[in-house]
């Protein structure tokens, strides 16, 4: 019912920044009325939580892996979630995906939330 799709990955040097974007469409209200998170997943590794950001953008957290560096916002009006990326590393290079909370609040666990992204590629070179 809900599609998210994501953009503005690709190759960066380390130090670099990139804005991913995610945007829904279909029916529903996901990005009015839910959480949204980011999680970002490498080659053999787990998929790893990132940050998220609650219903209206009151509050966020993060990884303590970018906090700091990342920032999540979103904005409904657009239906789009945010993620900047500053000053990146190697180890941040994966496969990053949106995902779309069942409620109002956004959890750091992948299994929480209903909705998810096709991922987009981000690789930070050293």
């Known amino acids: 019912q809900v599609q998210l799709v994501e953009s503005g990955g690709g190759l960066v040097q380390a130090g670099g920044s990139l804005r991913l974007a995610c945007v829904a469409s279909?029916?529903?209200?996901?990005?009015?009325?839910?959480?949204m998170g980011w999680f970002r997943q490498a080659p053999g590794k787990e998929r790893e939580f990132v940050g998220g950001?609650?219903?209206?953008?009151?509050?966020?957290h993060y990884a303590d892996s970018v906090k700091g560096r990342f920032t999540i916002s979103r904005d409904n009006a657009k239906n789009t979630v945010y993620l900047q990326m500053n000053s990146l590393k190697p180890e941040d290079t994966a496969v990053y995906y949106c995902?779309?909370?069942?409620?109002?609040?956004?959890?750091?666990?992948?299994?929480?939330?209903?909705?998810w992204g096709q991922g987009t590629q981000v690789t930070v070179s050293s």
């Open positions: 950001i609650n219903w209206n953008g009151s509050s966020d």
């Open positions: 279909g029916r529903g209200r996901i990005l009015s009325n839910n959480g």
């Open positions: 995902a779309g909370g069942r409620g109002a609040y956004a959890s750091g666990v992948a299994k929480d939330y209903n909705y």
